[in-house]
C-alpha cells in the first residue's frame, strides 16, 4: 500500500516539525526535504499530492537565501507557502516583497475573505506572527485572502493555479483554526482523503520488515526507552523468533521499570534476554562525579554487556536501531546540512557482526512512536510513560552514584511521579523527575536532629526539549509530595522545586 504524501520543503524555519506533525494529525502521511534537496527531478519522482514551503530565518532578495527552482510551480502540484514559503512564492512569481515597515511578532488579529484555505473558518481571528519582511503586492493572478492592521497580504491564492500562501503560521496553536486551514489545503486543494492512520501504517512497516529481512537474522539493543521497545514490539510482529532482543539493564532505570520490560516481551515469541548488568556499570563509575564521564562510561559498558552477549549469537543479518524522526531530520538552513544523531546509549557496537543497520522507525515522530506502540499490544504503562535519558538515574544523582542513593532516588521519584499521575497534572507536563543532590543539611525527625540529603524535583513543560518552562504545579500538590518523601524515603530531610526555564538552566541536573 502507498499512501498519498505531502512533501514538506524546509528552509530552516523554527517550526517545520510542527507542520509535518500537524499535516499528520490530520490523517496525511508526509517528509520534510531540505529545500537544496528539493530539485524539481526529485519532486517529480516523489510525486506528492501537495507541498508545503515552511517558514525560514531569511529575506527572499538576499543572494545567499534559500531560493527554489520556479518550475516546480509549473509542475501542477498545490504549493502551500508559509511565512518564509509565502514571501517565496510572491518573490519568484513576480510579487513584490518588502521590509515591513513594522514587524509583526506573536499573536495578531487577523481578517480573513472568503477562500479555499478559509472555508469555515470565523471571518476574524487570532493567527501567529513572525516576520519583518512582507508580501507587498502579490504576483499577477493571485488573490488578497487576509490582511491585517499592518500586512496587507496576510495571505494570497491562486486558485487556479492551485497555489496558496500565509504570512502567519498556521501550524502554531496560538492560530484560531490553524488545523482546519491546514485541512482545507490537504483535503480542497491536493484532493487528500485523510486516512492515515497508526494501524496502516504498523501493517505497511511489517510487511516492509518482512520483504527486506526475509528468514535473516536481526538482532536488537533494547534499552528499555519507549523507543527500542516499541521496535521490539514491531519487529516482534514481523519476524518473531528471527529477533533477539538483548536488553541490557544497567541498574539505573525507575522504580520496576526492568522487570515491566521484561514482562512485556518474555512471553513473546522472540529471543528475549535480559542482562542484570547493574555490577558492571556500577564498578565502572566507581569513584566518579563528573556527568560527561558518567555518559561515556555508560554508553561504553552498555556496548560492552552488548557486545559480550550478542558474541553467543554469532552472525547476525540485520541490526535494528530506535532511531526516530527528530534524529535525522536534517536542517534546511546554513550551507553544511547538519544531522543530528542522537544515539541514545553510545554509539554502534564494533564487535558484532552484522550486514546491515534497520531503522524502521526513522520517520515516526515520538507521539507517533507511542501511538505505534499502543497499536501493537504494548501496555499503556510502558508506552505513556515519561522520557527518560539513556543513562538514566546516573545522570539524575549528582557526584558519585551508590547503591543506597540509587535506592533513595528511585523510591523519591516514584512518589512524585506516582502524586503527579493521580493528581491528573501530570498529563500537562513533558517531562518530570526527582534528582538527588549532593547536597545534606541539617533537619528534625520526633525528637532526633538528622542530616540527610536535600532532593530536587524537577517537572517542565516544552515542545521540543530545546527550550523549556518549570511546571505550575499547585503548592498544596507539592507540599503532599513533599510530606510524603521525607516521611517515606529514609535518607532525605529537604525537598527542593526547581523553578529556572531552559535556557538558561538545562531539564537535567546533569
Ligand atoms: P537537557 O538536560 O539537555 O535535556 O535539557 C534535553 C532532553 O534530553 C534528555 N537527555 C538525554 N537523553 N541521553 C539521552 O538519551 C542523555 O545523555 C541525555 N541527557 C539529556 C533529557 O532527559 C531531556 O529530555
Known sequence: MTYQQILIIDFGGQYNQLIARRVRECGVYCEILPYKKATVEEVRRRAPAGIIFTGGPASVYLETSPHIDGEIFGLGIPILGICYGAQLMAYTLGGRVATAPKSEYGKTATEFEDSVMFKDVPKKGITWMSHTDYIAEPPKGFKITSHTAVCPVAAMENDERKLYAV?????????????????????????????????????????????????????????????SSVLAALLAKAVGSQLTAIFVDHGFMRKNEGDEVEAAFKDWDINFVRVNAADRFLARLEGISDPETKRKRIGEEFIKVFEDEARKIGRVDFLAQGTIYP????????????????????????????????????????????????????????????????????????????????????????????????????????????????????????????????????????????????????????????????????????????????????????
Open 167 to 227: 504570512q502567519f503560521h498556521p501550524e502554531v496553536n496560538h492560530t484560531e483554526h490553524g488545523t482546519d486551514m491546514i485541512k482545507n489545503f490537504l483535503v480542497s486543494a491536493c484532493s487528500c482523503s485523510c486516512d492515515w492512520s497508526m494501524g496502516s501504517y504498523a501493517e505497511t512497516a511489517i510487511n516492509s520488515i518482512r520483504e527486506k529481512v526475509g528468514d535473516g537474522k536481526v538482532l536488537l539493543a533494547l534499552s528499555g526507552g519507549v523507543d
Open 327 to 510: 534524529d535525522i531530520i536534517e536542517s534546511g538552513a546554513g550551507d553544511a546540512a547538519v544531522i543530528k544523531s542522537h544515539h541514545n546509549v553510545g554509539g554502534l557496537p564494533e564487535h558484532v557482526d552484522f550486514k546491515e543497520i534497520i531503522e524502521p522507525l526513522r520517520l515516526l515522530f515520538k507521539d507517533e512512536v507511542r501511538a505505534l506502540g499502543n497499536t501493537l499490544g504494548l501496555s499503556p504503562k510502558l508506552v505513556y510513560r515519561p522520557p527518560f535519558p539513556g543513562p538514566g538515574l546516573a545522570i539524575r544523582i549528582i557526584g558519585e552514584i551508590t547503591r543506597e542513593k540509587l535506592e533513595i532516588l528511585r523510591d523519591a521519584d516514584a512518589i512524585f511521579r506516582e502524586e503527579l499521575e493521580k493528581d491528573g497534572i501530570a498529563r500537562n507536563i513533558n517531562q518530570y523527575f526527582a534528582v538527588l543532590t549532593n547536597n545534606r543539611s541539617v533537619g528534625v525527625m520526633g525528637d532526633g536532629r538528622t542530616y540527610d540529603y536535600t532532593l530536587a524535583l524537577r517537572a517542565v513543560t516544552t515542545t521540543d526539549f530545546m527550550t523549556a518552562d518549570f511546571a505550575e504545579i499547585p503548592y498544596p500538590l507539592l507540599g503532599r509530595i513533599a510530606a510524603r518523601i521525607v516521611g517515606e524515603v529514609k535518607g532525605i530531610n529537604r525537598v527542593v522545586y526547581d523553578v529556572t526555564t531552559k535556557p538558561p538552566a538545562t531539564i537535567e541536573w546533569e
